[in-house]
């Protein structure tokens, strides 16, 4: 595949990604410089590997609505967060660095409270990331987070959710950090159960399932 860099676009197709490898950390830096923040790629940097893709629309249709539910469920539950969407999160300590499809502060909010200014190198990472997989990603993203210290990864894959707690790697688990007594595996099917609705319809009825619970 031919990809070029031009203008601070990434000419690839939804669906598509690219692989470079012997990237270094500034080459790194120059590039997510040169794409800019306004764009539809997603870019991950793994020790000199470097992947950019382009999500599919279904994997922005699973990425949006699991996340507003997810912003639902902590405002029914009466629990303060911020949403920091797909910022670029790097740590050149690590060599490491990825951009989530949705991610959230909730237990180190009061560490980043009120800035926009949020640096790895001496800031906590975000309490709780999702990642959409609905294209065969090249670079292992848990192995990214652990290196940032991310505590919990939720990845939707294939219409299930798939729970992930950091202890010295990623271990699976059937709940939730941030939502332990909340059965956040079935936001999924809830969703498809859903599909025909429209987003605010979506989001009340979630609202009034979190509360039946």
Same mark, same amino acid.
């Given at each position: 595949?031919?990809?070029?860099?031009?203008?601070?676009?990434?000419?690839?197709?939804?669906?598509?990604?690219?692989?470079?490898?012997?990237?270094?950390? $500034?080459?790194?830096?120059?590039?997510?410089?040169?794409?800019? +923040?306004?764009?539809?790629?997603?870019?991950?940097?793994?020790?000199?590997?470097?992947?950019?893709?382009?999500?599919?629309?279904?994997?922005?249709?699973?990425?949006?609505?699991?996340?507003?539910?997810?912003?639902?469920?902590?405002? +029914?539950?009466?629990?303060?967060?911020?949403?920091?969407? $797909?910022?670029?999160?790097?740590?050149?300590?690590?060599?490491?660095?990825? +951009?989530?499809?949705?991610?959230?502060?909730?237990? $180190?909010?009061?560490?980043?409270?009120?800035?926009?200014?949020?640096?790895?190198?001496? #800031?906590?990472?975000? #309490?709780?990331?999702?990642?959409?997989?609905?294209?065969?990603?090249?670079?292992?993203?848990?192995?990214?987070?652990?290196?940032?210290?991310?505590?919990?990864?939720?990845?939707?894959?294939?219409?299930?959710?798939?729970?992930?707690?950091?202890?010295?790697?990623?271990?699976?688990?059937?709940?939730?950090?941030?939502?332990?007594?909340?059965?956040?595996? =079935?936001?999924? #099917?809830?969703?498809?159960?859903?599909?025909?609705?429209?987003?605010?319809?979506?989001?009340?009825?979630?609202?009034?399932?979190? =509360? $039946?619970?």
């Amino acid at each position: 595949m031919t990809v070029t860099i031009e203008f601070g676009q990434l000419m690839l197709s939804p669906g598509q990604s690219v692989l470079l490898s012997g990237m270094t950390w $500034s080459q790194f830096e120059e590039i997510l410089a040169e794409l800019g +923040e306004h764009r539809a790629n997603r870019i991950a940097y793994d020790q000199g590997m470097l992947e950019i893709m382009v999500p599919l629309p279904e994997h922005e249709y699973f990425k949006s609505s699991i996340g507003d539910l997810i912003q639902d469920l902590a405002e +029914e539950l009466g629990i303060e967060y911020e949403c920091f969407g $797909s910022t670029t999160w790097k740590k050149q300590e690590k060599m490491a660095g990825a +951009e989530p499809d949705e991610c959230f502060y909730i237990q $180190s909010l009061p560490a980043i409270l009120g800035r926009l200014d949020i640096d790895l190198n001496q #800031d906590p990472p975000p #309490d709780l990331v999702l990642e959409v997989d609905m294209t065969n990603k090249s670079l292992n993203r848990l192995q990214i987070y652990s290196r940032l210290g991310v505590p919990e990864v939720w990845r939707y894959d294939q219409g299930q959710l798939w729970l992930y707690h950091l202890v010295e790697e990623y271990v699976e688990t059937e709940s939730s950090l941030t939502f332990p007594e909340f059965p956040v595996k =079935r936001i999924p #099917d809830f969703v498809k159960q859903n599909l025909m609705t429209g987003r605010t319809a979506l989001r009340r009825r979630f609202r009034e399932w979190v =509360r $039946s619970l």
